[in-house]
């Protein structure tokens, strides 16, 4: 529970307030005074008796009660300073944008330790140290700016960075977007971003509450406490956009798998983003433009008519929307199409770019706009995109777009790319409470993302059914590190994962008895493999094809004195396409799934899916249709195709076994998915 004397205080005093307002101390007291606050503020400074009009004190010791402080003090001063203001003067509320704490050194970090320590025995709450501060629509506790447009319907913006917040709420003003709340959670010494996300969804209330939150984040502390609250806001009814940085390969133990080695910070945030239902943005840029998205009526289908009076913007943006999977169909043979195109100039086309020409007019795109919403059953949503060569206003045109944005129920997205030749035009439509976007092809790219992201997985799924009394007793009696062949073969079994059904026989009359056994022929051919050796190809312990008993006996001679061998492998070929599936724990994201196709398109390509466990069979497949390589699951030029079913029943199952495991490879065809070759690596 965040406390209400940091989000509505009566009082709030600024530690180290300065009348030079280049100065942390003083910029803070500016933006404080200037902003909604009507409570008591109060400044602390021994070198001043008033500062920007305001009764000075010398110390904290003086003062009187206060909810709230904002220290823009040096670190070494900040730890007796909420000592006395927790436990003389009753504040509960705290924003340290002072640096030099656990960012910098162990002595910083021992400050910071004491003063989380203090707030936390009163029942308070901190934002920072080392951060640009709070706000909200009750006052300004922050010492940069710009400062935000506030609104209760804006966005909710959580960052790590206090410099980034600055650069994205600079760039998301100057297109019109609105802003209900910014934390800058700097150390997060106490608060961190999952604090700030369980507050906002523990108080969520419909009707009053910001529907859209933006995060910046170069860390995820607790990453299931943000798919919890993430996923619940979502389904409320909340849409959140995020960047998280720091995307490289993190961990680097060296990799005995293939899963090992995609297995990074970054695919792990990808599927965490994936199930909560967070659009995960790679820029500022693409972060507020996504916001913006959510800031307008929500999409129904993916179906786009592009209404444009310049050619080439609409080609670019059509070019982004199809090449990310929605549509822009054509309109010319349309029953309304003969109608419209009479209203409009000759050489407009209706095809779909909507073109009505560099002379077109507001009352022409009054009828594109009304047809669009009337008559054109197959669209979704539209994007106007309207400029200027500088020859004329275009207020009339933008007071007109203005009107059917708020009367339409099909969404439209406005482009006014003419950000010098009409900036008071633009300026004006974005004082009326509207969002620009300014690059058709960065909102086109942001379009495709918010349709794209698939709804939250719910928390609890139906998994299949597996024989846990019967893999408990596996786990039990093996010792940790990669499992014998019939030791993980059991465990395939358990959880009813297909495999292959092969023997290991560590004589040679074994091998010809399970050659006789299975037909050993030209129409079952064995395959003969080493047990021992880590890497079997490379030292020539591999045989395929084999379809006779005499093959079979001088096989079992050659494999069985490869160094390292204790046993030969044997089992009748399998045939299919090369498909993959593996698993891997993370300590912080817990269980990850890894599945796609097999041999160079992992090896090479890493062309694979990646989700946090547990995943569904339904999941899975709907996550199989966005490999590169699907259609060769499909099947292509005459190849059988893989049984998908079979495939994403597989995936689902070793999710509920969640092992370390390689299933490399698993032949698959319309008859059966059937791990051909399997490496488990056990760890209680």
């Given at each position: 529970m965040i406390a209400k004397e940091l989000l509505n205080p009566r009082s709030i005093v600024i530690c180290g307030a300065s009348s030079d307002i280049h100065k942390p101390g003083g910029k803070a007291l500016k933006n404080l005074l200037e902003s909604p606050f009507k409570g008591q503020v109060y400044a602390v400074n021994p070198k001043e008796t008033e500062v920007q009009g305001i009764k000075c004190y010398?110390?904290?010791?003086?003062?009187?009660?206060?909810?709230?402080?904002?220290?823009?003090?040096?670190?070494?001063f900040c730890a007796q300073t909420v000592d006395v203001l927790t436990q003389q003067k009753g504040t509960k509320g705290f924003i340290i944008v002072s640096a030099g704490f656990s960012e910098e050194n162990a002595e910083?970090?021992?400050?910071?330790?004491?003063?989380?320590?203090?707030?936390?025995?009163?029942?308070?709450?901190?934002?920072?140290?080392?951060?640009?501060?709070?706000?909200?629509?009750?006052?300004?506790?922050?010492?940069?700016?710009?400062?935000?447009?506030?609104?209760?319907?804006?966005?909710?913006?959580?960052?790590?960075?206090?410099?980034?917040?600055?650069?994205?709420?600079?760039?998301?003003?100057?297109?019109?977007?609105?802003?209900?709340?910014?934390?800058?959670?700097?150390?997060?010494?106490?608060?961190?971003i999952e604090d700030v996300l369980e507050h906002l969804d523990s108080t969520f209330n419909p009707e009053t509450s910001s529907h859209v939150i933006m995060l910046y984040m170069e860390k995820i502390g607790d990453p299931q406490r943000l798919l919890k609250h993430s996923r619940s806001l979502i389904?409320?009814?909340?849409?959140?956009?995020?960047?998280?940085?720091?995307?490289?390969?993190?961990?680097?133990?060296?990799?005995?798998?293939?899963?090992?080695?995609?297995?990074?910070?970054?695919?792990?945030?990808?599927?965490?983003?994936?199930?909560?239902?967070?659009?995960?943005?790679?820029?500022?840029?693409?972060?507020?433009?996504?916001?913006?998205?959510?800031?307008?009526?929500?999409?129904?289908?993916?179906?786009?008519?592009v209404i444009t009076h310049a050619g080439g913007p609409a080609v670019m943006l059509t070019d982004v929307l199809s090449n990310g999977g929605m549509e822009v169909p054509s309109l010319k043979e349309h029953p309304a199409s003969p109608a419209l195109l009479e209203k409009l100039f000759g050489g407009s086309s209706v095809g779909n770019p909507i073109d009505f020409l560099a002379t077109g007019t507001a009352e022409q795109?009054?009828?594109?706009?009304?047809?669009?919403?009337?008559?054109?059953?197959?669209?979704?949503?539209?994007?106007?995109?309207?400029?200027?060569?500088?020859?004329?206003?275009?207020?009339?045109?933008?007071?007109?777009?203005?009107?059917?944005?708020?009367?339409?129920?099909?969404?439209?997205?406005?482009?006014?790319?003419?950000?010098?030749?009409?900036?008071?035009?633009?300026?004006?439509?974005?004082?009326?409470?509207?969002?620009?976007?300014?690059?058709?092809?960065?909102?086109?790219?942001?379009?495709?993302?918010?349709?794209?992201?698939?709804?939250?997985?719910?928390?609890?799924?139906?998994?299949?059914?597996?024989?846990?009394?019967?893999?408990?007793?596996?786990?039990?009696?093996?010792?940790?590190?990669?499992?014998?062949?019939?030791?993980?073969?059991?465990?395939?079994?358990?959880?009813g994962i297909s495999r292959k059904k092969s023997v290991e026989v560590s004589k040679k009359e074994d091998a010809l008895a399970f050659a006789k056994e299975v037909g050993c022929s030209k129409d079952v051919p064995l395959v003969m493999k080493v047990v021992g050796p880590l890497h079997k190809s490379d030292v020539g312990g591999v045989t395929l094809g084999v379809k006779d008993l005499d093959t079979v006996a001088r096989e079992f001679d050659r494999l069985i004195v490869i160094p390292e061998t204790?046993?030969?492998?044997?089992?009748?070929?399998?045939?299919?396409?090369?498909?993959?599936?593996?698993?891997?724990?993370?300590?912080?994201?817990?269980?990850?799934?890894?599945?796609?196709?097999?041999?160079?398109?992992?090896?090479?390509?890493?062309?694979?899916?990646?989700?946090?466990?547990?995943?569904?069979?339904?999941?899975?497949?709907?996550?199989?249709?966005?490999?590169?390589?699907?259609?060769?699951?499909?099947?292509?030029?005459?190849?059988?195709?893989?049984?998908?079913?079979?495939?994403?029943?597989?995936?689902?199952?070793?999710?509920?076994?969640?092992?370390?495991m390689d299933l490399n490879p698993l032949l698959g065809n319309p008859r059966y998915v059937t791990a051909v070759d399997a490496r488990i690596r056990l760890e209680k």
């Open positions: 010398a110390k904290v010791d003086d003062l009187p009660q206060v909810d709230c402080a904002i220290l823009c003090i040096a670190a070494k910083g970090a021992a400050i910071e330790k004491h003063i989380v320590d203090a707030i936390n025995a009163v029942g308070g709450s901190l934002i920072g140290p080392n951060c640009t501060g709070f706000l909200n629509t009750n006052y300004a506790g922050c010492f940069d700016t710009p400062i935000p447009k506030l609104d209760p319907k804006g966005v909710d913006f959580i960052t790590g960075s206090g410099a980034t917040a600055v650069f994205i709420k600079e760039y998301g003003m100057s297109n019109g977007l609105k802003f209900n709340s910014v934390w800058a959670v700097g150390n997060s010494a106490q608060l961190g389904n409320k009814g909340c849409h959140i956009a995020a960047i998280k940085s720091g995307g490289s390969a993190a961990g680097s133990r060296a990799a005995s798998s293939h899963t090992g080695a995609l297995a990074t910070n970054d695919a792990a945030v990808d599927a965490l983003f994936r199930k909560a239902g967070i659009v995960r943005c790679q820029n500022r840029q693409e972060l507020t433009t996504v916001c913006g998205v959510f800031m307008y009526p929500e999409l129904k289908g993916n179906r786009c008519a795109l009054g009828y594109i706009i009304d047809t669009v919403e009337n008559e054109y059953t197959d669209i979704d949503f539209s994007v106007v995109i309207f400029g200027s060569p500088g020859l004329f206003s275009n207020k009339e045109v933008y007071d007109l777009l203005d009107a059917k944005m708020r009367t339409c129920k099909k969404p439209i997205f406005p482009v006014l790319p003419s950000i010098i030749n009409v900036k008071e035009e633009i300026e004006d439509f974005i004082a009326k409470g509207n969002i620009n976007f300014p690059e058709e092809c960065v909102l086109g790219n942001a379009l495709v993302k918010v349709y794209n992201t698939p709804k939250p997985q719910p928390e609890k799924v139906e998994q299949p059914a597996i024989d846990v009394a019967r893999i408990r007793a596996t786990v039990e009696r093996c010792k940790d590190g990669y499992m014998e062949i019939s030791d993980y073969n059991e465990l395939l079994d358990a959880a204790y046993a030969v492998e044997m089992y009748p070929m399998l045939d299919g396409t090369d498909v993959y599936i593996g698993a891997i724990r993370d300590p912080k994201f817990g269980h990850q799934i890894f599945f796609g196709l097999g041999g160079i398109f992992i090896e090479v390509l890493k062309d694979v899916q990646s989700a946090l466990a547990p995943i569904t069979k339904d999941e899975a497949k709907e996550m199989l249709t966005k490999l590169k390589g699907y259609k060769i699951l499909e099947g292509v030029r005459g190849q059988e195709g893989v049984n998908i079913d079979l495939y994403a029943e597989q995936v689902a199952r070793v999710s509920a076994l969640v092992a370390e």
